[in-house]
C-alpha cells in the first residue's frame, strides 16, 4: 500500500505570509495532483504533475514535483483568506490505476 | 459539460437503519465511478470503485456495499449502520483511471 504523508496537518497564518505544504512518499508516483477542498464539498483539482522536477504555478501557488517522482510541494505567495481550505495531495501508481489521497492540510488565511 | 450529483448532502441515521446514498453523472459516458469516505478534516479513503455496469471492485473491507445499475448511477448502502459509519462520503468520476476525478459535493452521515 502506498502512503502519502503531508506536513504540516494545520497551519494559520496571517494574509500576506507565505507558506509551504508537503507531500511525501517512499513510493514513486506516475503522477501527483493537488486538489482544495471547502467544508461541505467534494475537492476540487486544482493541478497535475506528471514529470519529475516539473514545477507549475497557478497565479500565486507554485506545485513541484520531486525529481525522483516521490514527492511534491505547494507554496503559495502572499496568502489571502480565499486560500482558506483543505488541501489534498493525491499520488497515482505506476500502474495508473488507483489514486492514494494524503491526510491533508488545512490552512487558515487570517485577515 | 459534465456534472455530478450526490443526494442527500446531510443524513441523520439511527444505528441498525439502513442506508442508501446515490450518485449520478451526467455529460459522460461510462465514466470511472469511486466512492470515497473522509473523516473529519483528513483525507480521503477510497471504498469501491467502478469501471461498467455491475462491476464493484471493494478497496476495504466493511459495512458498506455498493451497485452500478445504469451506467452513470453508482448506489452506496448498508443493511445495518454502525457507529463507525459516520463520515462525509464522497463520489466521484473520472473518464479513465489515469485521469483526473471529479468529485461530487458529498453527504455528511452522522449515526446517532
Known amino acids: 500500500t502506498q502512503l502519502l504523508e503531508q506536513s504540516p496537518q494545520f497551519l494559520s497564518i496571517q494574509e500576506g505570509e507565505n507558506l509551504t505544504v508537503y507531500c511525501n512518499s517512499s513510493?514513486?508516483?506516475?503522477?501527483l495532483q493537488w486538489y482544495r477542498q471547502e467544508p461541505g464539498e467534494g475537492p476540487v483539482l486544482l493541478v497535475t504533475?506528471?514529470?519529475?522536477?516539473e514545477v507549475k504555478k497557478l497565479k500565486r501557488l507554485t506545485f513541484q514535483f520531486g525529481d525522483a517522482r516521490k514527492d511534491s510541494s505547494l507554496h503559495i505567495t502572499a496568502a489571502q483568506p480565499g486560500d482558506t481550505g483543505l488541501y489534498l495531495c493525491?499520488?497515482?501508481?505506476?500502474?495508473?490505476?488507483?489514486?492514494?489521497f494524503g491526510g491533508g492540510t488545512r490552512l487558515m488565511v487570517k485577515p | 459539460s459534465q456534472t455530478i450529483h450526490q443526494w442527500p448532502a446531510t443524513l441523520v441515521q439511527p444505528v441498525g437503519s439502513p442506508l442508501s446514498l446515490e450518485c449520478t453523472v451526467e455529460?459522460?459516458?461510462?465514466?470511472?465511478l469511486y466512492w470515497y469516505r473522509q473523516a473529519a478534516g483528513r483525507g480521503l479513503q477510497l471504498l469501491f470503485y467502478?469501471?461498467?455496469?455491475?462491476?464493484i471492485s471493494s478497496e476495504v473491507p466493511q459495512n458498506l456495499s455498493a451497485s452500478r445499475p445504469q451506467d452513470r448511477q453508482f448506489i452506496l448502502s448498508s443493511k445495518k449502520l454502525l457507529l463507525s459509519d459516520s463520515g462525509f462520503y464522497l463520489c466521484?468520476?473520472?473518464?479513465?483511471?489515469?485521469?483526473?476525478?471529479?468529485f461530487g459535493d458529498g453527504t455528511r452521515l452522522s449515526i446517532l
Open positions: 466521484a468520476w473520472g473518464t479513465g483511471f489515469n485521469q483526473p476525478q471529479h
Open positions: 467502478s469501471v461498467g455496469i455491475g462491476q
Open positions: 455529460g459522460t459516458s461510462n465514466p470511472n
Open positions: 504533475v506528471v514529470t519529475g522536477g
Open positions: 513510493s514513486v508516483f506516475s503522477s
Open positions: 493525491a499520488g497515482r501508481d505506476n500502474a495508473g490505476n488507483m489514486l492514494t
